[in-house]
């Protein structure tokens, strides 16, 4: 699914207009983006959680060479779904 498959939903959804729900699309995942750039964690109660998790420095190996490699700590966005969710997905899974 795209952003835009996503707007279509929810404006058939809402009987909102697509420009409105673009926005409302739009400005929710820039709100998104932007607590996340600030470490600051998201919580929406039955779809699940986006969390910045810091990845600590390490050595690596380079596959082609064998020569081992710095690779420096970072900040990593990830995202847990809640048990409703995950739920929701086992029901439609295919046996």
Not at 25 to 30: A, C, P, Q, R, S
Not at 51 to 72: F, I, L
């Given at each position: 699914m795209t952003k835009a498959d996503l707007v279509e939903q929810i404006a058939e959804a809402t009987g909102l207009t697509k420009k409105d729900t673009a926005v409302?699309?739009?400005?929710?995942?820039?709100?998104?983006k932007q607590a996340l750039a600030q470490e600051n964690n998201i919580e929406i109660r039955g779809f699940g959680?986006?969390?910045?998790?810091?990845?600590?420095?390490?050595?690596?190996?380079?596959?082609?060479?064998?020569?081992?490699?710095?690779?420096?700590?970072?900040?990593?966005?990830?995202?847990?779904?809640?048990?409703?969710?995950?739920?929701?997905v086992m029901e439609q899974a295919p046996a």
């Open positions: 409302v699309v739009d400005g929710f995942l820039e709100a998104v959680s986006f969390k910045v998790k810091h990845r600590k420095a390490r050595k690596a190996r380079n596959p082609r060479t064998g020569e081992s490699v710095h690779v420096p700590g970072r900040l990593v966005p990830t995202f847990k779904p809640s048990k409703e969710l995950k739920e929701m």
